[in-house]
């Protein structure tokens, strides 16, 4: 219960991108900290098949829970997390602030 975990996504041998994986007190519980896939590789379904192979890890290590979030402006991130199964239940007042 608790920690982080870093992750790399490697296909055909080759790192493609990475996340960050941080497991809450709670057991079943955890939370994407980032997701990243290489610029090049946007596009290409690379970061979809990356989502699905750590969804898989996560539950096959029991966890029921899958949480994440980004800021309001960022779009691609949001449309991302939607298209792989995220569900949006609304909005968090950030600790930072744009000036």
Known sequence: SGGQQYCDFILDGIVVG???IHFLEQDDIAYLRWIYVNQELCGKGIGSRCMRA???YLHSNGIARFDTDTAL???VAQHYYEKN???NEGLTRSYYRDI
């Open 18 to 20: 990475g996340c960050e």
């Open 54 to 56: 750590l969804k898989a």
């Open 73 to 75: 402006s960022n779009r």
């Open 85 to 87: 199964g995220f569900v």
